[in-house]
């Protein structure tokens, strides 16, 4: 079989290659090793052909458990593709689940720390060291917010609660709202890195590219991520956040910190999650391609 003839038997893994196997040369070697072991001489008794058709039938036969190498190739080729879809299909999942956790983890601990600190004083709880302890737990739920310096007294108490009381997270539709915002800005930002990375490049660069960054996303490679468009934290302020939150939204200046700090975070997730989605999918298409072509 030749070169060409092999590189277009694999260009489709699901397409069987073509039977590449010298039954002519398999038959004589067959005919050889009888006249060895049984017959004891060098004359062949029969053709070569006649061996290669006897092996071939015996050979083929799908109840004989035997295949080729090629077609065993094939078969490893094609769990291959299986089991790399798989695994992005797998990843794109936790990823999304990670996105999840974060963004309701962030929304009970504030909430929950906000009632610790309506709660607790010295009618709840007498003790000033215990109350002392609930409220530092509280901090560590929801450090944008601190609960020092503690109260001390029921008139303490009684003012600083409708302060705290008035402090409630944006609510969930806003983060979603603003989670969205942030996959859409991800999604140019994987356009630009994949003009800037993959295009103009030679088909071994691409490939190369490709599988370096996929296995550093897959390892939570610092180096690999830290290469990747990344979010600006610190840009991020009251135009940004007009241009993103939806209609009915409370404004900016208007937030307390920590919710402040909601905002930045689900902008944020969302913006990561769909770069780092988004170029594993291009790194996917470039190796798919590339492997089609061998």
């Known amino acids: 079989m030749t070169d060409t003839e092999h590189?277009?038997?694999r260009k489709q893994p699901g397409t069987r290659p073509e039977d590449p196997t010298?039954?002519?040369a398999l038959g004589r070697r067959l005919q050889n090793i009888q006249n060895t072991l049984v017959h004891h001489e060098s004359t062949p008794?029969?053709?070569d052909d006649y061996y290669a058709e006897a092996l071939r039938r015996l050979l083929t036969d799908s109840r004989c458990g035997w295949i080729s190498t090629t077609e065993h190739q094939w078969l490893l080729d094609l769990h291959t593709q299986v089991d790399r879809r798989n695994a992005?299909?797998?990843n794109r999942r936790a990823r999304e689940a990670r996105a999840r956790y974060a963004t309701a983890s962030r929304t009970i601990r504030a909430e929950l720390a906000g009632w610790l600190r309506r709660v607790t004083n010295e009618q709840t709880v007498p003790a000033r060291y215990r109350r002392e302890g609930v409220l530092l737990a509280a901090d560590w739920l929801d450090p944008a917010i601190s609960a020092a310096p503690h109260a001390s007294s029921p008139a303490s108490a009684a003012s600083s609660s409708p302060q705290q009381a008035a402090v409630s997270p944006v609510g969930s539709d806003v983060l979603l709202a603003l989670r969205n915002a942030g996959e859409r800005e991800g999604q140019l930002a994987v356009g630009w890195w994949q003009q800037h990375t993959l295009e103009g490049r030679?088909?071994?660069e691409q490939e190369h590219t490709a599988q370096t960054v996929l296995d550093g996303i897959d390892s939570s490679d610092d180096a690999v991520?830290?290469?990747?468009?990344?979010?600006?934290?610190a840009g991020y302020d009251a135009d940004r956040y007009q241009a993103h939150a939806?209609?009915?939204?409370?404004g900016w200046s208007a937030l307390p910190n920590h919710d402040q700090a909601l905002v930045v975070d689900a902008v944020r997730d969302g913006f990561t999650d769909t770069v780092r989605d988004?170029?594993?999918a291009r790194c996917h298409a470039v190796l798919t391609a590339r492997e089609g072509t061998r």
């Open 246 to 250: 939806p209609v009915g939204a409370p």
């Open 225 to 233: 991520l830290a290469a990747l468009p990344r979010f600006d934290v």
């Open 88 to 90: 992005q299909e797998a």
């Open 7 to 9: 590189t277009s038997s």
């Open 278 to 280: 988004g170029v594993a």
């Open 202 to 204: 030679t088909a071994s």
């Open 22 to 24: 010298d039954w002519v």
């Open 45 to 47: 008794r029969y053709g």
